[in-house]
């Protein structure tokens, strides 16, 4: 079995003079960034958790890996396929159930790709190569829950 290694540094970014002194003293800002890479991801928390609205929060980024490792498995199926995609775009959604004690998981995840592809008489394969996909993401087979998918193929 082949093992690959990842390596992520998360930098957080939200003291503002009194550490976590209490639950309000502090924001939850944070960087997201790796050697090799020139951008960083500005994250903080959900702000139903006091985080900053107008950053990523880890829910976003989990949605985020489903959609991008769901979607870069397609296009690789539909290359091998023979399938031309002209465009990709998914509106994904998830659902996060807290728990009393704060705790919370995932209960559902639907992802659904608009997808552009060339010759309409691919349109049926286009469709079935979702559930392929599926089976092949490395993020959604990390999952304890079903992934769902409602795809649109629009032949142009």
Not at 84 to 113: C, H, I, Q, R, W
Request: aromatic content about 8%.
């Amino acid at each position: 079995m082949k093992k690959h290694n990842y390596k992520i540094k998360v930098e957080w970014t939200g003291n503002e003079g009194k550490g976590t002194q209490n639950y309000k003293a502090y924001n939850r800002n944070h960087k997201i960034s790796t050697d090799g890479k020139y951008d960083s991801i500005n994250g903080s928390s959900d702000p139903s958790f006091l985080g900053d609205k107008s950053k990523y929060n880890p829910e976003d980024l989990f949605l985020s890996s489903l959609s991008a490792c769901h979607m870069l498995w397609y296009l690789h199926l539909c290359s091998v396929h023979k399938i031309v995609v002209t465009e990709y775009v998914d509106n994904a959604t998830g659902v996060m159930e807290e728990m009393p004690d704060g705790s919370g998981k995932f209960s559902e995840v639907t992802l659904n790709p608009i997808v552009k592809i060339k010759n309409s008489d691919n349109t049926q394969r286009a469709n079935e190569l979702h559930v392929e996909a599926n089976k092949m993401c490395f993020i959604a087979n990390s999952c304890n829950f079903k992934i769902g998918h409602n795809p649109m193929i629009i032949a142009v």
